[in-house]
Protein backbone atom coordinates (compact mmCIF):
# COMPACT_ATOMS: atom_id res chain seq x y z
CA UNK A 1 0.00 0.00 0.00
CA UNK A 2 1.03 3.20 -0.41
CA UNK A 3 0.97 6.79 0.90
CA UNK A 4 -2.10 7.80 -0.82
CA UNK A 5 -4.27 4.56 0.31
CA UNK A 6 -3.39 5.27 4.00
CA UNK A 7 -4.20 8.47 4.13
CA UNK A 8 -7.91 7.85 2.08
CA UNK A 9 -8.34 5.37 5.04
CA UNK A 10 -7.38 7.77 7.71
CA UNK A 11 -9.50 10.07 6.13
CA UNK A 12 -12.56 7.65 5.53
CA UNK A 13 -12.28 6.79 9.98
CA UNK A 14 -12.05 10.38 10.54
CA UNK A 15 -15.29 11.53 8.28
CA UNK A 16 -17.20 8.13 10.36
CA UNK A 17 -15.99 9.30 13.88
CA UNK A 18 -17.19 13.28 13.06
CA UNK A 19 -20.41 11.52 12.02
CA UNK A 20 -21.01 9.60 14.88
CA UNK A 21 -19.84 12.83 16.91
CA UNK A 22 -22.85 14.87 15.25
CA UNK A 23 -25.54 12.51 15.54
CA UNK A 24 -24.53 11.60 19.04
CA UNK A 25 -24.49 15.59 20.27
CA UNK A 26 -27.60 16.01 18.59
CA UNK A 27 -29.64 13.12 20.17
CA UNK A 28 -28.35 14.61 23.41
CA UNK A 29 -29.09 18.29 22.81
CA UNK A 30 -32.39 17.43 21.09
CA UNK A 31 -33.54 15.95 24.85
CA UNK A 32 -32.39 19.09 26.31
CA UNK A 33 -34.21 21.29 23.98
CA UNK A 34 -37.55 19.53 24.40
CA UNK A 35 -37.39 19.75 27.95
CA UNK A 36 -36.67 23.74 28.07
CA UNK A 37 -39.89 23.88 25.81
CA UNK A 38 -41.52 22.21 28.57
CA UNK A 39 -40.91 24.52 31.21
CA UNK A 40 -42.50 27.87 29.60
CA UNK A 41 -44.57 28.69 32.49
CA UNK A 42 -46.95 31.54 30.46
CA UNK A 43 -48.52 32.09 27.33
CA UNK A 44 -47.08 35.28 25.41
CA UNK A 45 -48.06 36.29 21.70
CA UNK A 46 -46.11 38.63 20.70
CA UNK A 47 -47.44 40.07 17.10
CA UNK A 48 -46.28 43.05 15.37
CA UNK A 49 -43.68 43.67 18.01
CA UNK A 50 -46.23 44.11 20.61
CA UNK A 51 -46.30 41.59 23.39
CA UNK A 52 -49.59 40.33 24.52
CA UNK A 53 -49.86 38.32 27.82
CA UNK A 54 -52.50 35.78 29.04
CA UNK A 55 -52.05 36.15 33.03
CA UNK A 56 -51.64 33.06 34.74
CA UNK A 57 -52.28 32.29 38.89
CA UNK A 58 -48.78 33.37 40.67
CA UNK A 59 -50.24 32.87 44.18
CA UNK A 60 -50.68 29.40 45.83
CA UNK A 61 -54.35 28.05 47.72
CA UNK A 62 -52.85 29.63 50.92
CA UNK A 63 -52.96 33.16 49.19
CA UNK A 64 -49.01 33.73 49.22
CA UNK A 65 -46.88 34.94 46.62
CA UNK A 66 -45.18 32.16 44.79
CA UNK A 67 -41.86 33.64 43.18
CA UNK A 68 -41.18 31.97 39.59
CA UNK A 69 -39.29 33.01 36.77
CA UNK A 70 -39.91 32.13 32.86
CA UNK A 71 -37.48 32.11 30.03
CA UNK A 72 -39.65 35.43 28.84
CA UNK A 73 -39.64 37.09 31.45
CA UNK A 74 -38.04 40.41 32.36
CA UNK A 75 -36.08 41.38 35.34
CA UNK A 76 -35.89 44.66 36.60
CA UNK A 77 -33.10 45.33 38.67
CA UNK A 78 -33.20 48.14 41.19
CA UNK A 79 -32.28 51.48 40.31
CA UNK A 80 -31.49 50.60 36.73
CA UNK A 81 -34.08 52.13 34.26
CA UNK A 82 -35.07 50.38 30.94
CA UNK A 83 -36.97 51.86 27.78
CA UNK A 84 -39.48 50.66 26.39
CA UNK A 85 -39.39 49.75 22.63
CA UNK A 86 -40.82 47.87 20.06
CA UNK A 87 -36.89 46.19 18.55
CA UNK A 88 -35.61 46.33 22.79
CA UNK A 89 -35.78 43.51 25.25
CA UNK A 90 -38.58 45.65 26.68
CA UNK A 91 -42.03 45.87 24.38
CA UNK A 92 -45.00 47.70 24.49
CA UNK A 93 -48.20 45.60 25.97
CA UNK A 94 -49.57 44.58 29.33
CA UNK A 95 -47.13 42.88 31.82
CA UNK A 96 -47.85 41.38 35.21
CA UNK A 97 -45.88 42.73 37.80
CA UNK A 98 -44.32 40.04 40.00
CA UNK A 99 -42.47 40.36 43.47
CA UNK A 100 -38.87 38.72 43.55
CA UNK A 101 -38.92 38.38 47.20
CA UNK A 102 -41.45 36.02 48.67
CA UNK A 103 -42.11 38.15 51.80
CA UNK A 104 -42.67 41.54 49.81
CA UNK A 105 -45.81 42.09 48.57
CA UNK A 106 -45.93 45.72 47.29
CA UNK A 107 -42.95 47.43 45.63
CA UNK A 108 -42.74 50.46 43.68
CA UNK A 109 -41.88 51.09 40.30
CA UNK A 110 -41.47 54.14 38.02
CA UNK A 111 -42.54 54.38 35.42
CA UNK A 112 -41.91 57.60 33.05
CA UNK A 113 -41.28 60.37 36.21
CA UNK A 114 -44.22 58.93 38.65
CA UNK A 115 -43.36 56.41 41.02
CA UNK A 116 -46.54 54.01 41.82
CA UNK A 117 -46.85 51.06 44.51
CA UNK A 118 -47.54 47.91 43.06
CA UNK A 119 -49.11 44.93 44.34
CA UNK A 120 -47.61 41.41 43.66
CA UNK A 121 -49.87 39.64 40.37
CA UNK A 122 -50.92 43.09 39.12
CA UNK A 123 -51.12 44.25 35.65
CA UNK A 124 -49.43 47.31 33.78
CA UNK A 125 -49.45 48.00 30.76
CA UNK A 126 -46.63 49.81 28.87
CA UNK A 127 -46.23 51.56 25.94
CA UNK A 128 -43.37 53.05 23.50
CA UNK A 129 -40.97 55.33 24.61
CA UNK A 130 -41.16 54.62 28.58
CA UNK A 131 -38.58 54.59 30.63
CA UNK A 132 -39.41 52.00 34.02
CA UNK A 133 -37.08 51.85 37.03
CA UNK A 134 -38.02 49.45 39.98
CA UNK A 135 -37.34 51.43 43.13
CA UNK A 136 -36.83 48.95 46.26
CA UNK A 137 -36.74 45.66 45.01
CA UNK A 138 -36.00 43.35 42.07
CA UNK A 139 -39.03 43.10 39.90
CA UNK A 140 -40.45 40.20 37.60
CA UNK A 141 -42.11 41.26 34.42
CA UNK A 142 -44.42 38.40 32.65
Known amino acids: MDTFQYLTIALGA ?10 FLNYRYSKTLKGMR ?4 DEVDQRKGVRYT ?21 ILSPNETMVVSKKG ?26 VREYAHNQSIILSEGQEVTAI ?6 R
Do not use: H, W
Not at 62 to 70: E, I, Q, Y
Open 89 to 114: DLKPGKYTVLTSNEGEDKFNIRVGNY
Open 14 to 23: LCVLLILVIF
Open 54 to 74: INQTVVDTDGNATVSLSTKDI
Open 38 to 41: GRSV
Open 136 to 141: NCPVIL
